[in-house]
């Protein structure tokens, strides 16, 4: 697998937040944030400040999410990161 251009291939991580007062956030909470963590699987070919393994976060109301090889991968573009950990 290649991604081409300003494309990255990520693996999206589940994370359990909890807020000040202790308490924890479930999945549809968390559906509620502009932005997800994930892993880069495979940085594009024009993408140089980011690699593999990276861990990031991503605006999710510009990503798509395709199947390949029976595995579920999301789809972003440079410009949709935030941040980079």
């Given at each position: 697998m290649r991604s081409i251009g300003n494309y990255i291939v990520v693996s999206p991580i589940?994370?359990?937040?909890?807020t000040g007062?202790?308490?924890?956030?479930?999945?549809n909470d968390m559906?509620?944030?502009?932005?997800?963590?994930?892993k880069v699987v495979k940085p594009?070919?024009?993408?140089?400040?980011?690699?593999?393994?990276?861990?990031l976060y991503y605006d999710k109301s510009h990503s798509f999410t395709m199947m390949i090889e029976?595995?579920?991968?999301?789809i972003i573009q440079l410009r949709d990161v935030v941040v980079v950990l």
């Open positions: 589940d994370e359990e937040v909890k007062s202790g308490m924890t956030l479930t999945g559906d509620q944030f502009r932005y997800k963590k994930a594009g070919t024009d993408v140089t400040t980011i690699n593999e393994g990276d861990v029976d595995t579920q991968y999301t």
